[in-house]
């Protein structure tokens, strides 16, 4: 009885979600209304109050499903990659798959960054840093001449890769999303491999220093 009881709670749980979610993503946070989720989701507001206290708790798990959804697709992507230049294509590609092929959950992150709720921007940055965290791991073994600047190359590849196929999306996806994938890969690879092969640069010595400067 009590597992019925749960598993019914968890299915209610999960239309309330997916309601929610086509609703946020459609007109935002502050324009949704918990009485418009409840009549999406078919439950009456006391049941809807049930299960989430505010409308913010509703949204912050709106926006972890999305989370959920972003790090999947990395992974999926990323798990047959080998080598440099693939891992940074199939980065590239999932950030593609996942603003193409979940194109709700990419308007949720999205929309996130910009709202007036603290709690919600910090889930917006952590899409971020998904990516970057999982791009640098990848990469690990392929470390840079310089590690220190390991996360920042990483980030801006993300950045470069998130830019472009938020811009695909939003101009009415122009090119075949192979082509744009391509791309956007490869003006990717150019700049970090460019990175890769730079040489450090040496330390000053005595002997570059101008002759005025060297004690005698």
């Given at each position: 009885?009590d597992e019925?009881?749960a598993?019914?709670?968890?299915e209610?749980?999960?239309?309330?979600?997916?309601?929610?979610?086509?609703l946020?993503?459609?007109?935002?946070?502050?324009?949704a209304?918990?009485d418009?989720i409840?009549?999406?989701?078919g439950v009456?507001?006391p049941v809807?109050?049930?299960?989430?206290?505010s409308?913010l708790?509703l949204y912050?798990?709106?926006?972890?499903?999305?989370?959920?959804v972003?790090?999947?697709?990395?992974?999926e992507?990323?798990?047959?990659?080998?080598g440099?230049?693939?891992?940074?294509?199939a980065?590239v590609a999932a950030i593609f798959?996942?603003a193409?092929?979940?194109p709700?959950?990419?308007t949720?992150?999205?929309g996130?960054?910009?709202v007036?709720?603290?709690?919600?921007q910090r889930?917006?940055?952590?899409?971020?840093t998904?990516?970057t965290d999982?791009?640098?791991?990848?990469l690990?073994p392929?470390?840079p001449a310089q590690a220190?600047?390991?996360w920042?190359?990483t980030?801006?590849v993300?950045?470069i890769?998130?830019s472009?196929?938020r811009?695909?999306?939003l101009t009415?996806?122009?090119l075949p999303?192979?082509e744009?994938?391509?791309?956007t890969a490869?003006l990717?690879w150019?700049?970090?491999?460019?990175?890769?092969?730079?040489p450090r640069?040496p330390?000053p010595?005595?002997?570059?220093r101008?002759?005025?400067?060297v004690?005698m």
């Amino acid at each position: 009885m009590d597992e019925n009881m749960a598993q019914a709670r968890q299915e209610r749980r999960h239309l309330i979600v997916t309601a929610a979610s086509g609703l946020f993503a459609a007109c935002g946070y502050r324009a949704a209304s918990m009485d418009e989720i409840a009549c999406r989701a078919g439950v009456s507001k006391p049941v809807l109050y049930n299960s989430f206290t505010s409308k913010l708790e509703l949204y912050l798990a709106v926006l972890h499903e999305a989370l959920q959804v972003l790090g999947e697709t990395l992974a999926e992507a990323l798990a047959p990659a080998q080598g440099m230049r693939s891992i940074v294509s199939a980065t590239v590609a999932a950030i593609f798959d996942f603003a193409d092929t979940h194109p709700r959950s990419a308007t949720l992150l999205a929309g996130a960054a910009v709202v007036d709720e603290p709690s919600a921007q910090r889930v917006a940055h952590r899409a971020t840093t998904i990516c970057t965290d999982t791009l640098l791991k990848a990469l690990a073994p392929y470390p840079p001449a310089q590690a220190e600047r390991g996360w920042l190359i990483t980030a801006e590849v993300v950045a470069i890769a998130q830019s472009c196929a938020r811009h695909w999306v939003l101009t009415g996806k122009p090119l075949p999303r192979h082509e744009a994938v391509a791309t956007t890969a490869g003006l990717c690879w150019t700049g970090l491999s460019g990175i890769q092969q730079a040489p450090r640069s040496p330390e000053p010595s005595e002997t570059s220093r101008p002759a005025s400067d060297v004690r005698m």
